[in-house]
């Protein structure tokens, strides 16, 4: 088996430090996505944008503007569609996880989908420049790229971290999903598509939805694990 049984065991001062501070990051990032969005209504002009992209321009030649159009595909609709197609049939038919881990990585990933959309159709925020052949149609508040990079990337942080893997292994393989997640989040802007503020809160959005997907499938697995030490006890007394 790929993956092990791990997760939080009875509760501790590092998960209790780790609870809280899921809390604060998944508070903080939709009170991030908020206070921006609040300013986006308003047709605010964010310096931030200004400055990204005044310095974006300066350290774009062809050749990055070029790389960062295959990386940006990464985050593509069709790309983690067809990526999530596979992870949920190796979780369901080869990794012999329980149901709850397919079930809620695909809660994770139509979530923060419709979130995306949601939020997009409730700014209504026009694009720096409409580019079709980088998905650059539609509203630009926040970067569905962004957030569904980050909410996949980083699922598959999660499933790595929890696998049978060498420790240096599990190290090393997040470490690269985490940078190629947010080298996908940060292809928009260089790819003139999106808006610095449009990627923030992406991120901020896809990281807060993990945390919260992730938080709900381990209390599930808690619970079950819970229920069948149970079980067992009851058999053995």
Request: overall charge positive; aromatic content about 14%; charged content about 15%.
């Amino acid at each position: 088996m790929l993956f092990k049984g791990t997760h939080f065991s009875n509760p501790t001062r590092v998960s209790i430090i780790l609870i809280v501070a899921g809390f604060l990051l998944i508070g903080g990032g939709f009170f991030f996505v908020a206070s921006l969005g609040e300013d986006v209504l308003e047709q605010e002009k964010f310096a931030a944008d200004r400055i990204v992209s005044d310095f974006v321009s300066t350290i774009n030649p062809p050749w990055m503007a070029e790389t960062m159009g295959y990386i940006t595909e990464a985050g593509s609709v069709w790309f983690l569609t067809l990526l999530s197609v596979i992870v949920v049939a190796y979780l369901l038919f080869v990794s012999g996880k329980s149901k709850w881990v397919p079930l809620f990585f695909a809660v994770n990933m139509l979530g923060i989908s419709g979130l995306t959309k949601g939020l997009k159709l409730l700014f209504e925020r026009q694009r720096p420049e409409v580019i079709q052949a980088y998905d650059g149609v539609g509203y630009s508040f926040p970067s569905g790229h962004s957030t569904g990079a980050i909410a996949f990337y980083g699922f598959m942080i999660y499933l790595t971290a929890v696998s049978h893997m060498k420790k240096g292994t599990r190290w090393l393989i997040g470490i690269v999903l985490g940078l190629f997640g947010l080298s996908v989040a940060v292809s928009r802007i260089f790819v003139g598509v999106h808006y610095f503020t449009d990627v923030a809160a992406g991120i901020a959005l896809g990281t807060a939805w993990l945390i919260v997907s992730i938080a709900a499938l381990e209390i599930m697995l808690f619970r079950k694990r819970k229920r069948a030490r149970k079980t067992e006890e009851s058999a053995t007394s």
